[in-house]
């Protein structure tokens, strides 16, 4: 029992669980840059280069035959995923950019200056004290 009640500790600690949706989140936001590049910014990208597709760009290197399948550097998903990299690169970086702007105005913020300790507070006192005799 105590080997199921470590793992429960160890599941539910803060880090694992923050890690965990940051994983579930970094998958969606994968799906959604992979679709940005792939449905919106490569076919007009391939349009202005004369209506290439890069997904379906490949260099056969043994054709077809007697039911085994086609042997072929497909440099085009690479290039693809060149695109998706950058994106999600750039994405990211505007986002740290932005989290690290935001720690700097918190962090210009002047703080308050700190109370005297009492024994200052006290001494000031006596010493008005004395002045007014």
Avoid: W
Avoid at 58 to 67: H, P
Wanted: hydrophobic share 55%.
């Amino acid at each position: 029992m105590s080997m199921i009640k470590e793992f429960k500790e160890f599941a539910m600690r803060g880090n694992v669980v923050d890690l965990a949706v940051g994983i579930v989140i970094g998958a969606a936001f994968g799906k959604i840059v992979s679709s940005l590049v792939g449905d919106v910014i490569m076919p007009p990208l391939g349009l202005l280069i004369g209506g290439v597709d890069f997904s379906n760009l490949e260099i056969a290197l043994k054709a077809a035959a007697d039911g085994a399948p086609a042997v072929a550097l497909r440099y085009g998903a690479f290039i693809q995923s060149i695109f998706d990299f950058a994106i999600v690169a750039f994405a990211i970086f505007i986002v740290v950019k932005a989290i690290n702007k935001l720690k700097r105005k918190k962090d210009e913020a002047p703080a308050a200056p700190p109370a005297p300790p009492r024994q200052e507070v006290l001494l000031s006192e006596i010493r008005d004290l004395l002045k007014a005799r």
